[in-house]
């Protein structure tokens, strides 16, 4: 299992090449692997996830956008079924089981081509710092008349 704790949170990034074509021209199953995703995964879904088709200028962009999103960020995903492939963004600013969660995301496209990227977000996020409101925009208000 993988965690990532550092900073702000962790942003798994999954290319999918060589994807199953019929998954990836699925509406119905990409909203339902965007509407059960988050639990699967200890994620908290506050939005029904919206999933439609795109058709572009150019044919070979046609696919699948769809995001959901949840307490900890955001899910998206985009695909191509014209050449077998799909973008997956999973952001939190929780840890997750990033394995568990890049595993799920490879079975349920078939990818047999998949690249993974995981990059930390926030760093210098100020965690557990607080600043009062008057401090941060204190230079925008005007006094009252």
């Given at each position: 299992?993988t965690?990532?704790?550092?900073?702000f949170?962790?942003?798994?990034?999954?290319?999918?090449?060589?994807c199953d074509?019929?998954?990836?021209?699925?509406?119905?199953?990409?909203?339902?692997?965007?509407?059960?995703?988050?639990?699967e995964i200890g994620?908290?879904?506050?939005?029904?996830?919206y999933v439609?088709?795109?058709?572009?200028?150019?044919?070979d962009?046609?696919?699948?956008?769809?995001?959901?999103i949840?307490?900890?960020?955001h899910?998206?995903?985009?695909?191509?079924p014209r050449k077998?492939?799909?973008?997956?963004?999973l952001?939190s600013?929780?840890?997750?089981?990033v394995?568990?969660?890049?595993?799920?995301?490879?079975?349920a496209f078939?990818?047999r081509?998949?690249?993974?990227?995981?990059?930390q977000?926030?760093?210098?996020?100020?965690?557990?710092m607080?600043?009062?409101?008057?401090?941060?925009?204190?230079?925008r208000?005007?006094?009252?008349?």
């Open positions: 299992m965690m990532v704790d550092a900073g949170g962790p942003h798994l990034m999954l290319d999918l090449g060589d074509v019929s998954r990836l021209n699925d509406l119905s199953y990409i909203f339902n692997l965007l509407n059960t995703l988050p639990d994620m908290t879904k506050i939005t029904q996830p439609f088709p795109y058709e572009g200028l150019v044919p962009d046609e696919g699948i956008t769809g995001t959901v949840i307490a900890e960020s899910i998206s995903v985009h695909t191509f077998q492939y799909c973008f997956v963004d952001f600013c929780k840890t997750f089981d394995e568990r969660a890049r595993e799920r995301l490879i079975e078939g990818s081509r998949p690249e993974v990227h995981l990059v977000r926030g760093s210098e996020f100020p965690r557990g607080l600043v009062e409101p008057a401090d941060v925009c204190a230079d208000l005007e006094p009252m008349r």
